[in-house]
């Protein structure tokens, strides 16, 4: 078991020992989840500094069914710290595949447990534990912090990578090291033997200036210089049936079960199996291969005359390869040196566009163009090439229309996609020495463009304007949403940002159909993230605050997300809550006060995991309390792992306005829009498209809802309506869509929305998109659900909470002035659950506010 020693402890704490009933080792097998078994190692143990406070860690209490008291030194003390935690809880769905209402993954202000504290007098305390304010599970779901309470490791400093003992981050990007700048370098040089018949007996060295040291001498017998190695080759390698693949590189850089002597193996990977010719063309677009666990492909460089040594002892000379002999365990893939010029046209126009391209051999082998890497790299922040990796395995890249690759006569498998309006092309091509050009048709089959309808990706960060530009322009992403941040003590994209430049409009010099704008995502680790969108003038800084791991460490909570959308709105933008609800605290406030224009679905690197129901259980809260915020979709991209455009939002435009980046703003901030990940929609009810508000008597009555689902990426299963959160309307559909309509009874105050859910050949069903709502407001009729309303609440004093306890104190003036947006919003919404006849108890926010604010 661990034992955390976060630096050394304070003289001010001293720990108290108690009699706990289940040891550690114990718990492996105790009455607790499974996940919590697992993680039991990990547990700290024996005598612990948490934060400078010393604990002595000898058994838990476990408390789960019964009371279990203690008695306890007695101790003068003014702070008592506990360490604790919780075990994880599953989420409650309901029937529809929605959870309400929604206290969050890490149900927020759920009550664990009661601490009585008893005094020596015979008097008690009594303190009631909720989970993310006085305590949290053993594991955090990703953006539910606690409030109230830390983790038991404290924050720490990292070098960069410059400064650490391994490979630095900017060398390692290059893959590869030419050991000739050491502190010592031994020279090999080979000389040819005009006379090899004749045996060599001596050698003399004659000095003419400086010193010279020989170490050593070898001969050798190779038919040509044999410092001089091919260029690289590729080979699968097969393994017999008790043999493990093992990825891991050796101290000296190379594979354990495969080496090279006169060459190097530049990399082993188990081999690509891609659907055979005759089924490429009908597979599904983008679909990752499988991994073959028999068969590894190797790339390497070598002498002609090398030989691979294998984990049993034998060796293969590459000159058997090279001469396309297959040996047992090794076969040669045919060489890609046959260069050609890759076009992608449109088939109307013939006129040559962007897109996302994928390319390989028979073997399954990744062929990139010339100019691209041949194999991607999917980390965080390591690198900003134009390419996309799907899970690892299926490589793409991005070009602008047409490209130079290296191509093996034979067979060769091409993969061309530029969106969801554009039916993607996956065509099997035979590639002789005659080729010289490869040209591939998209065709455009679903006008939604020519609707009015453009799209857009609201959250990519890292990459420079134009590859943005490129890769937006080949997903047919219209607008690209860059921005800027800082992650600790990085910097990121800041100076691309000016506050007025659209890249890719007309008066920048582009064609004004895709366009790239840099804007901030503005965040604090544990009250949340914001988006800030198109704004003009100065950048809106800090850009992070509250310390690890978003802002610097020891940077105090300075400003709200509530105050960041203030300005971006007098600046001009539009405001967005990202990867929507995490983390999971301000933006109820944020939502409350006005000051959000959208909420986020958003993918990451996940293909296929749909629109998350969580996000939209949550989502729905706010719907239901009458507070819109539109829908908009938006990728996070931090990675090649992740395509822009994954997820993105489709914005309406007023019938015959020109796109403009301002254009998109207005339609957005009025919330004519939809997410989807591949399916396109339109919607209307009573002819008010998403966005739209329609007002009625008390009395209420019918309205008519019209609606058109299309695909031609993910096939869609079905199309539902969503009222007040609950699936009211289903309908099965062929998988390219369909259209239809519905008479919906109204007679309370509701917001309807139309989703459309799909499925990949072999994956479950998705949510593939979902409209923005259309509010239909009833005399007499307040738009409020208590359940919601409550949650929402208990969220906003949550923020509360983390401010007046836990949260890094900026100044007074400023902490007094947050603390004031807060209780403001708190009462604003408390105020309409009041007038809309809800009452909700006091809380230990309310009752001790002027404590909190006082200390």
């Given at each position: 078991m661990p034992t955390t020693v976060d630096g050394p402890a304070s003289p001010l704490f001293e720990p108290i020992p108690f009699r706990g009933n289940i040891s550690l080792k114990r718990l492996t097998r105790g009455p607790v989840s499974q996940a919590m078994r697992n993680a039991v190692e990990h547990a700290p143990s024996g005598d612990c500094v948490c934060w400078g406070i010393p604990f002595r860690v000898r058994a838990a209490c476990l408390v789960r069914n019964r009371p279990v008291s203690r008695q306890l030194p007695e101790v003068r003390a003014r702070w008592l710290v506990f360490m604790h935690t919780t075990d994880i809880e599953p989420l409650e769905w309901g029937r529809d595949g929605f959870i309400s209402p929604t206290r969050g993954r890490g149900r927020l202000g759920e009550e664990v447990a009661v601490y009585t504290i008893a005094y020596a007098d015979g008097s008690n305390v009594r303190v009631p534990i909720r989970r993310r304010r006085q305590i949290g599970m053993f594991e955090r779901p990703w953006?539910?912090?606690?409030?109230?309470?830390?983790?038991?490791?404290?924050?720490?400093?990292?070098?960069?990578?410059?400064?650490?003992?391994?490979?630095?981050?900017?060398?390692?990007?290059?893959?590869?090291?030419?050991?000739?700048?050491?502190?010592?370098?031994?020279?090999?040089?080979?000389?040819?033997?005009?006379?090899?018949?004749?045996p060599i007996s001596a050698l003399r060295i004659e000095p003419r200036t400086g010193t010279l040291l020989l170490w050593g001498i070898s001969a050798g017998r190779t038919r040509s210089v044999p410092l001089r190695w091919t260029p690289r080759r590729k080979a699968v390698l097969t393994l017999p049936r008790d043999i493990t693949f093992d990825p891991r590189l050796d101290a000296d850089g190379t594979l354990s079960?495969?080496?090279?002597?006169?060459?190097?193996?530049?990399?082993?990977?188990?081999?690509?199996?891609?659907?055979?010719?005759?089924?490429?063309?009908?597979?599904?677009?983008?679909?990752?291969?499988?991994?073959?666990?028999?068969?590894?492909?190797?790339?390497?460089?070598?002498?002609?005359?090398?030989?691979?040594?294998?984990?049993?002892?034998?060796?293969?000379?590459t000159e058997l390869l090279e001469k396309r002999r297959r040996t047992a365990r090794l076969r040669q893939t045919p060489p890609a040196k046959h260069r050609v010029l890759l076009r992608v046209v449109e088939k109307d126009t013939r006129r040559a566009v962007p897109v996302k391209l994928h390319v390989h051999g028979p073997a399954g082998e990744y062929l990139a163009p010339v100019d691209r890497h041949r194999r991607p790299n999917p980390a965080w922040f390591e690198d900003y090439s134009v390419d996309f990796t799907h899970v690892g395995r299926h490589h793409c890249t991005y070009i602008p229309g047409e490209t130079v690759i290296d191509l093996p006569l034979g067979k060769v498998f091409i993969e061309a996609s530029k969106g969801f309006e554009i039916r993607p092309v996956r065509k099997v091509i035979r590639i002789d020495e005659t080729n010289?050009?490869?040209?591939?048709?998209?065709?455009?089959?679903?006008?939604?463009?020519?609707?009015?309808?453009?799209?857009?990706?609201?959250?990519?960060?890292?990459?420079?304007?134009?590859?943005?530009?490129?890769?937006?322009?080949?997903?047919?992403?219209?607008?690209?949403?860059?921005?800027?941040?800082?992650?600790?003590?990085?910097?990121?994209?800041?100076?691309?940002?000016?506050?007025?430049?659209?890249?890719?409009?007309?008066?920048?010099?582009?064609?004004?159909?895709?366009?790239?704008?840099?804007?901030?995502?503005?965040?604090?680790?544990?009250?949340?993230?914001?988006?800030?969108?198109?704004?003009?003038?100065?950048?809106?800084?800090?850009?992070?605050?509250?310390?690890?791991?978003?802002?610097?460490?020891?940077?105090?909570?300075?400003?709200?997300?509530?105050?960041?959308?203030?300005?971006?709105?007098?600046?001009?933008?539009?405001?967005?809550?990202?990867?929507?609800?995490?983390?999971?605290?301000?933006?109820?406030?944020?939502?409350?006060?006005g000051v959000i224009d959208a909420v986020e679905m958003t993918s990451w690197g996940n293909l296929y995991g749909g629109i998350d129901p969580y996000s939209l259980s949550d989502w729905y809260r706010y719907l239901n309390c009458g507070c819109f915020v539109a829908a908009v979709g938006g990728t996070d991209k931090m990675s090649a792992a992740t395509a822009v455009g994954t997820v993105r939002t489709y914005a309406r435009l007023p019938a015959h306005s020109t796109f403009t980046y301002e254009?998109?703003?207005?339609?957005?901030?009025?919330?004519?829009?939809?997410?989807?990940?591949?399916?396109?929609?339109?919607?209307?009810?009573?002819?008010?498209?998403?966005?739209?508000?329609?007002?009625?008597?008390?009395?209420g009555g019918t309205v008519d809802v019209s609606w058109?689902?299309?695909?031609?990426?993910?096939?869609?299963?079905?199309?539902?309506?969503?009222?007040?959160?609950?699936?009211?309307e289903s309908l099965e559909l062929p998988p390219d869509g369909g259209s239809g309509s519905w008479s919906f009874r109204v007679d309370k105050s509701s917001w309807l929305a139309l989703l459309v859910r799909g499925r990949y050949a072999g994956k479950p069903e998705l949510i593939a998109a979902h409209s923005s709502p259309v509010m239909i407001e009833l005399e007499n009729s307040p738009f409020m659900s208590a359940a919601d309303a409550v949650t929402i609440l208990e969220q906003i004093e949550g923020a509360i909470a983390y401010l007046d306890t836990i949260g890094a104190r900026a100044e007074t003036t400023a902490y007094k002035r947050m603390r004031l947006v807060l209780t403001s919003a708190r009462r604003r919404f408390h105020n309409r659950m009041h007038q809309a006849g809800m009452f909700h108890r006091h809380t230990v926010t309310e009752d001790h506010a002027e404590h909190h604010a006082l200390h």
């Open positions: 953006g539910e912090n606690c409030l109230e309470a830390v983790a038991h490791a404290k924050p720490r400093p990292v070098r960069p990578p410059h400064e650490q003992l391994a490979a630095g981050w900017g060398q390692a990007q290059t893959r590869v090291r030419n050991p000739d700048a050491g502190p010592w370098v031994n020279w090999l040089w080979a000389w040819e033997n005009p006379h090899p018949q004749k079960q495969l080496r090279l002597d006169l060459g190097q193996v530049i990399s082993a990977v188990p081999r690509p199996v891609y659907p055979a010719a005759e089924t490429w063309p009908e597979s599904p677009n983008n679909s990752p291969p499988e991994l073959s666990e028999a068969e590894i492909l190797v790339e390497y460089t070598a002498h002609p005359e090398a030989r691979f040594h294998l984990w049993d002892g034998r060796t293969i000379r010289r050009e490869i040209v591939v048709e998209l065709d455009n089959v679903l006008p939604w463009r020519e609707k009015g309808w453009v799209s857009a990706d609201t959250h990519v960060h890292f990459l420079t304007p134009p590859s943005a530009l490129l890769e937006g322009s080949g997903e047919g992403v219209n607008v690209v949403n860059l921005l800027a941040s800082q992650w600790g003590e990085l910097m990121t994209n800041v100076g691309d940002f000016d506050g007025r430049t659209t890249f890719g409009a007309r008066e920048t010099g582009g064609d004004g159909e895709h366009l790239v704008r840099v804007g901030t995502e503005n965040r604090q680790h544990v009250l949340g993230h914001i988006s800030l969108l198109g704004y003009e003038g100065r950048i809106i800084a800090p850009m992070t605050t509250g310390g690890p791991d978003e802002s610097a460490l020891g940077d105090p909570v300075e400003i709200l997300l509530t105050e960041w959308a203030e300005q971006c709105r007098r600046q001009n933008g539009v405001v967005v809550l990202p990867h929507f609800p995490n983390p999971r605290t301000e933006g109820a406030a944020a939502i409350v006060n254009a998109w703003k207005d339609a957005v901030r009025s919330g004519h829009t939809f997410v989807t990940y591949g399916p396109l929609l339109e919607f209307t009810v009573d002819g008010h498209v998403p966005g739209g508000r329609v007002r009625m008597s008390a009395s058109t689902a299309a695909s031609v990426t993910i096939p869609v299963t079905r199309v539902e309506l969503v009222v007040n959160g609950e699936i009211r």
